[in-house]
């Protein structure tokens, strides 16, 4: 089972990126689905999640900002991130809860896309 997250890159303060995380691999089902992200010197934090339900979860530093969704049937989640600051510069992960074929559970993640907002 591999994430493969892509989207990331160089933005102005104001501006938008759209982050997208597909997985693949001997999959049964995903569960939960979400984004965090870590910045030089710090740990890395929730950004957003989602269940297979549809119900979604946000870090109050992006409420009204950012908006996670994703497709099941496609396998992928996305991270709409809208008036994007300085502080939102960092590496975004994706990760999910996925059951194998084989039925094991286990939480993936992805490697990473570098969001940098700069002007």
């Known amino acids: 089972v591999q994430l493969q997250a892509s989207g990331g890159g160089l933005v102005q303060p104001g501006g938008s990126l759209r982050l997208s995380c597909i997985a693949s691999g001997s999959i049964g089902k995903i569960d939960e689905m979400g984004w965090y992200r870590q910045a030089p010197g710090k740990q890395r934090e929730l950004v957003a999640t989602?269940?297979?339900?549809?119900?979604?979860n946000y870090a109050d530093s992006v409420k009204g900002r950012f908006t996670i969704s994703r497709v099941n049937g496609k396998k992928t989640v996305y991270l709409e991130m809208n008036s994007l600051k300085p502080e939102d510069t960092a590496v975004y992960y994706c990760?999910?809860?996925?059951?194998?074929?084989?039925?094991?559970?286990?939480?993936?993640w992805g490697q990473g896309t570098q969001v940098t907002v700069s002007s």
């Open positions: 989602i269940t297979s339900g549809g119900s979604t």
């Open positions: 990760n999910g809860q996925i059951t194998r074929l084989d039925r094991i559970l286990y939480t993936y």
